[in-house]
Each structure stands twice: as C-alpha cells, then as structure tokens.
C-alpha cells in the first residue's frame, strides 16, 4: 500500500513542479514579449497653423503619403540593420493645440507602408488656428516618442511648418531639452510665407546629432522635399544642412 501511495505521489508532485515553473515563467517578461526593435522611431509633426489653408494643408498631407509609397523610401527602410521603422503623426498649431491623427505604426514592407500611407490620407484636418509653437508641437513630439511600442535604435522628431516660433515658451528650450533626452529634431521649413525660414530652423529648431533641413521653396515641392527628407532621416547619414 506504502509503495502504491508513493507512486501516485511522484507523479503528483511533479506536475505541481512543473506547474509552478510554468507559473514563475509567465510572471517574468520573455523576449516574445518585448519591444520589437526598429531602426528609428519617427514622428511627423505637421502645421495647421491658421497661415495653412486648405489647400496647403491637403498639399502636406498628399507630400506625406506619397512619400511613403514611394519605392526609395522603402528602400531606404529595408537596408536598416532591423528593416523597419516605426511612425506616427499630429497636427498642431499653439502651445496645448496638438492632436495625433495617425497612431504608431510599424512599417516593414510595401503593404505596411501603403497602409501608413492611406492612414495618412483618411485624416482629416483637426486643427484651425491658434497660433504657431514649435515648441508646444516638439513637447508634444516627446510625449508620444514615450509611448511608442517598439524599441528603437534613434528616436527623431520631423517638424514641418512655414512658420516661425510665436506661441508657448521659447522654441530652443523645447530643442534642448529634446536633444538632452537624445531625441533628434530635424526641419522641413516651408518657404511661402517667411523666405527666410530655413536659416531660422537651422539657427533655432533643428538639433542633436546628424540632425538637417530639407526647405521646401513653396507648397508646391513640399512633395519632392519630403521624400529627400525621408530618406535621409532613415538612413541617418552624416550632419548636413540643404539649402535652396
């Protein structure tokens, strides 16, 4: 009887092992449950500002969704060590006017980078007016930067706007800060209304390492500009600054 009872025991106890080794594992994080890496983080912040009409507006957001379904982006994607990088986007215009339209999202290959783009597309304009702060959109840049799901080697921040700091606090405490966090910041200043506002982003926007503008002389090659930014900004080359 003594040997039958230690038999039914050994089993018995066993599976109580092995259940709470099952237990302890679950508890602890396992690398299928990390953060994908991605070779960069990106957020793109774009201006609806009330110097922004309608039609600047939709020439931004076509600029950005044509960038994404254009083959050298993508490109440019796939030859990062992870081959993917993950983005979003938000609107703003003053100090607290920020919205994100378009949620994180990792793109990877042409089907990623196509819905990116078409999210882009079904956004509508949230923002009006409210005055331009560069400042309050790289604040704002940071929180969602503390949010994305992924873990990425570089974490940048694309301002575009046709405007300069005029709202919020100054636009190189907001700089600094970022760049002491090791966010980098890069600029896509729109030349329409202020001509010289590529010197003002190089001066007082832009910063951390390799970071660069791409001006874009109207609305017009806003497109054309966005793609040559892209690209950089995903293959992280060297500290530059593009001129008219």
Same mark, same amino acid.
């Given at each position: 009887?003594?040997?039958?009872?230690?038999?039914?025991?050994?089993?018995?106890?066993?599976?109580?092992?092995?259940?709470?080794?099952?237990?302890?594992?679950?508890?602890?994080?396992?690398?299928?449950?990390?953060?994908?890496?991605?070779?960069?983080?990106?957020?793109?912040?774009?201006?609806?500002?009330?110097?922004?009409?309608?039609?600047?507006?939709?020439?931004?957001?076509?600029?950005?969704? *044509? =960038?994404?379904? @254009?083959?050298?982006?993508?490109?440019?994607?796939? /030859? !990062?060590? &992870?081959? #993917?990088? $993950?983005?979003?986007?938000?609107?703003?215009?003053?100090?607290?006017?920020?919205?994100?339209?378009?949620?994180?999202?990792?793109?990877?290959?042409?089907?990623?980078?196509?819905?990116? *783009? =078409?999210?882009? @597309?079904?956004?509508?304009?949230?923002?009006?007016? /409210? !005055?331009? &702060?560069? #400042?309050? $959109?790289?604040?704002?840049?940071?929180?969602?930067?503390?949010?994305?799901?992924?873990?990425?080697?570089?974490?940048?921040?694309?301002?575009?706007?046709?405007?300069?700091?005029?709202?919020?606090?100054?636009?190189?405490?907001?700089?600094?800060?970022?760049?002491?966090? !090791?966010?980098?910041?890069?600029?896509?200043?729109?030349?329409?209304?202020?001509?010289?506002?590529?010197?003002?982003?190089?001066?007082?926007?832009?910063?951390?390492?390799?970071?660069?503008?791409?001006?874009?002389?109207?609305?017009?090659?806003?497109?054309?500009?966005?793609?040559?930014?892209?690209?950089?900004?995903?293959?992280?080359?060297?500290?530059?600054?593009?001129?008219?």
């Amino acid at each position: 009887m003594a040997a039958f009872a230690a038999s039914e025991c050994a089993p018995r106890r066993r599976w109580l092992l092995g259940a709470t080794a099952f237990l302890l594992c679950a508890a602890l994080p396992t690398a299928a449950h990390a953060a994908s890496p991605v070779d960069l983080a990106l957020v793109l912040a774009v201006d609806a500002s009330g110097s922004v009409s309608e039609a600047r507006f939709d020439l931004q957001k076509q600029g950005y969704a *044509a =960038a994404f379904r @254009d083959p050298r982006v993508l490109a440019a994607i796939r /030859g !990062g060590s &992870s081959q #993917s990088i $993950a983005v979003t986007m938000f609107q703003w215009t003053g100090p607290r006017l920020q919205i994100q339209v378009v949620p994180w999202m990792l793109i990877k290959d042409e089907a990623s980078a196509e819905a990116f *783009a =078409a999210s882009i @597309d079904a956004a509508p304009r949230r923002l009006f007016g /409210g !005055g331009t &702060s560069i #400042s309050g $959109a790289i604040d704002y840049a940071r929180l969602l930067l503390a949010q994305v799901p992924y873990d990425p080697a570089r974490r940048v921040i694309d301002v575009s706007g046709d405007g300069s700091n005029n709202a919020g606090r100054p636009v190189t405490l907001a700089r600094d800060e970022a760049v002491r966090a !090791g966010i980098g910041i890069n600029g896509l200043p729109i030349l329409t209304v202020e001509p010289d506002l590529d010197r003002y982003y190089r001066d007082f926007v832009i910063g951390g390492p390799g970071a660069f503008m791409v001006p874009a002389t109207s609305y017009d090659t806003f497109a054309e500009a966005i793609i040559k930014k892209l690209i950089n900004e995903i293959a992280a080359n060297d500290v530059r600054i593009l001129r008219r």
